[in-house]
């Protein structure tokens, strides 16, 4: 986009700079209620978004580290549990 359509990118990155990026739904909502043209970008992203989704996301990998993940985190939760209820001198 910086190369074809500086403006529409200088006013995206002044956009991100300001919006918190953590929640795509939430900064989506509010890049489309900025002004039409912001409307335009958030429209295309979401577009994005979806093709990028279906197309050429790796589920497979989503799904490793989901499971490794939750694997690390409940055994963290049991050695805390057992460190906690363990009264051993």
Not at 39 to 67: C, P, T
Not at 68 to 85: H, Q
């Amino acid at each position: 986009m910086q190369s074809y359509n500086t403006e529409a990118y200088k006013e995206l990155m002044e956009f991100v700079n300001r919006t918190s990026l953590n929640d795509g739904d939430k900064f989506c909502a509010s890049l489309m209620r900025e002004s039409s043209r912001h409307k335009g970008l958030a429209m295309r992203i979401m577009e994005v978004r979806s093709a990028y989704a279906q197309r050429d996301f790796e589920w497979e990998n989503l799904r490793k580290l989901v499971l490794e993940n939750a694997n690390k985190s409940n055994k963290k939760l049991m050695r805390d549990y057992i460190t906690e209820t363990s009264h051993v001198e």
